[in-house]
């Protein structure tokens, strides 16, 4: 790493079809995962959408047989 320069990396978690209570369980049982990693956390940002009107720009996030 370059003196005076730093990494940040960030992380998206989707979750379709599941109730309230279950996805923010999904979203503190990853923060629990990345914290016994030592992976620091700098921000946390939770979103709860109860309607997708265009779910299609989702398409092949969860389905990918190979990481990105």
Not at 3 to 32: M, S, W
Request: glycine share 2%.
């Amino acid at each position: 790493m370059y003196q005076g320069f730093f990494e940040a990396r960030f992380v998206t978690k989707r979750i379709y079809k599941v109730e309230k209570k279950e996805a923010f369980q999904a979203f503190d049982n990853l923060n629990q995962e990345l914290e016994k990693q030592n992976v620091k956390i700098n921000k946390k940002i939770v979103e709860y959408c109860v309607f997708d009107s265009n779910e299609s720009i989702d398409d092949n996030w969860l389905t990918l047989n190979e990481p990105c």
